[in-house]
């Protein structure tokens, strides 16, 4: 069994090649088309993914792989190494480099590490559990966060959600900017990174897979924050389809009960 911290440099090396694969085509030339769910794929996603796959095959043989853009490998295994080679493929189309790869290992259906990695910016952030989370090497932790009212909220898109799940988005909206709303749009997995750094307080999403939330778990809890369904439960390899992929990350975790609480309408 690899040691943990063998874990993370390995982790470390896959980020490097996913960026390397990207670096070229952003802003420059590349081929994409739509996938069967109508989302977009790219030269550079396939590029990226590929070049993880191809480290992770020769690295750790016995190991599973979870990869948005090729699937499985060696599903039964213990281990999985879950990949999204581009969260944020609009944004990296669009030329905003606010996209980012994502790595993570899940042992026994749990996520134990995990990395988001913007390789424009040159900006990583690494998480592991019960060693914390790193920005950059240094030590990232969240912001205190004392009560909902004044919090900073995120999600990608508002069009993501059903329509019952927009209106509780909107109701915790309503209470963190009581005057005002002005929730951040816009970012992927680039917000759990910001709320990690403590610049973002709350970020609510549905519909991800597993690829797209493995790695912000390790990332998120290291920092001192939380994630958890939209029922307060722990995030596992299941939550996709057991809960419709339906997150809450929370900078400060004495905060989710009042978050749970405004999403039901209380």
Avoid at 108 to 129: F, H, M, N, Y
Avoid at 242 to 263: K, T
Wanted: charged share 25%; with cysteine.
């Amino acid at each position: 069994m690899p040691k943990p911290e063998d874990d993370i440099l390995l982790a470390a090396h896959l980020a490097d090649a996913a960026g390397n694969a990207i670096r070229p085509l952003f802003r420059g030339e590349w081929s994409s088309e739509r996938k069967a769910d109508r989302s977009f794929v790219t030269q550079a996603d396939r590029a990226a993914e590929a070049a993880m796959r191809a480290i992770l095959e020769k690295e750790r043989p016995d190991d599973g792989i979870v990869g948005e853009e090729y699937g499985t490998h060696n599903e039964s295994a213990e281990r999985q190494w879950v990949l999204d080679p581009i969260d944020g493929t609009q944004s990296f189309m669009a030329g905003r480099p606010i996209f980012g790869t994502l790595i993570a290992l899940c042992q026994s259906g749990w996520p134990t590490i995990g990395v988001i990695d913007q390789c424009i910016a040159k900006e990583r952030w690494v998480g592991a559990l019960g060693l914390g989370t790193t920005f950059n090497g240094k030590p990232a932790t969240t912001r205190a966060c004392k009560e909902l009212a004044g919090a900073s909220v995120a999600t990608t898109s508002p069009h993501y959600f059903q329509e019952g799940e927009v209106d509780a988005y909107l109701r915790v909206v309503a209470k963190a900017y009581p005057e005002n709303p002005q929730p951040t749009y816009g970012g992927d997995c680039y917000n759990y990174g910001l709320l990690a750094s403590g610049h973002i307080d709350l970020v609510i999403e549905s519909g991800l897979k597993l690829y797209d939330y493995a790695a912000l778990v390790p990332v998120v809890e290291g920092a001192g924050g939380q994630m958890s369904d939209w029922q307060g439960n722990p995030l596992d390899t299941n939550s996709a389809e057991a809960e419709g992929g339906r997150v809450i990350a929370l900078g400060e975790p004495a905060r989710l009960e009042e978050v749970l609480e405004a999403m039901s309408g209380g």
